[in-house]
């Protein structure tokens, strides 16, 4: 069972073992906004941080990061400001660049504590778009960049009026919020997963226009930013998914500037794969890709 009626919005429960050890944690960033981190540290040389998607937190990333550590990697998984248990106006952001701000703050610390580790970053839906960002921009920070259906293009969109309202708002910094995106409908199919969203307190089903503006501004940018994206790239696609557009990641995918990029789809996978009955594969294809560009060149 990985629902837990007394862990709100946590996907399984932390495990450590003789070669895991577990922990969670606050960064202070640069304007003293706490960030929340989940850790698992392990001996290897590999690093992996876990970005969440709208709404969501690393609660949701529980499993996953169990699994990966089992296979070798220190996993770090973290709540963006506004989300989950981290500090911040609930979410809100007056600019996106406080989010690739806070990840580069995240995976310089990420450095410090591991010298000489590789560093790669995975950004699930939202997460891919500040992974493009950070790809683009600091690059010198990683080893390495996976999206998982990344949120570049949504399969469906608000009223026009609607939209209309949130760019008004957004472009005046407004915290009025709104709810777009759809709930567990387009999210999972696993019956464990929906009952624990149902019940999760820190899933922010709602964002402020300015929030929402940001994160369009972001996503508009991510099509110039993959020809500046020439780290080795893995780019994970749920068939099943109804939340994002295929096209569009493909799209991506191919603009991207990269000689080392990989594709790979999964038939039966949700948007939210983390919650998935049966993960496995893509646990293996996660540590393997991992383990296989951490390998010195030949």
Not at 9 to 36: K, P, R
Not at 204 to 218: C, D
Request: proline fraction near 4%.
């Amino acid at each position: 069972m990985r629902y837990q009626p007394t862990a709100s919005g946590d996907w399984g429960h932390m495990q450590g073992s003789e070669t895991v050890s577990v922990a969670t944690e606050t960064l202070a960033m640069a304007d003293g906004t706490s960030i929340f981190l989940r850790i698992w540290k392990t001996n290897s040389a590999d690093v992996l941080l876990i970005l969440h998607g709208l709404g969501g937190h690393s609660g949701w990333y529980i499993d996953m990061g169990n699994e990966l550590a089992a296979r070798g990697l220190n996993v770090y998984a973290v709540d963006h400001r506004g989300f989950g248990r981290s500090g911040g106006h609930a979410g809100h952001v007056d600019s996106y660049h406080l989010y690739v701000e806070d990840t580069a703050a995240a995976l310089a610390e990420i450095h410090a504590r591991h010298p000489g580790a590789r560093v790669y970053v995975l950004g699930h839906s939202m997460g891919g778009i500040f992974t493009a960002h950070l790809a683009a921009r600091h690059a010198d920070l990683l080893a390495g960049a996976i999206f998982l259906n990344p949120w570049i293009q949504e399969a469906s969109q608000p009223p026009l009026g609607t939209t209309l309202r949130i760019v008004a708002g957004g472009l005046l910094k407004s915290r009025r919020t709104w709810q777009v995106a759809s709930g567990h409908e387009t999210m999972t199919a696993n019956p464990e997963a929906i009952q624990m969203l149902q019940g999760d307190i820190y899933w922010r089903r709602s964002q402020t226009a300015s929030f929402l503006v940001q994160i369009l501004q972001m996503r508009l940018a991510v099509m110039k930013l993959a020809p500046r994206i020439t780290l080795p790239t893995l780019v994970l696609l749920a068939e099943e998914d109804r939340s994002v557009l295929a096209t569009a990641t493909r799209k991506f995918y191919t603009a991207l500037a990269s000689r080392d990029k990989t594709w790979k789809s999964y038939p039966n996978y949700h948007h939210d794969c983390e919650f998935e009955a049966d993960r496995s594969l893509l646990d293996n294809d996660l540590a393997n890709w991992i383990s296989a560009h951490a390998l010195p060149p030949e």
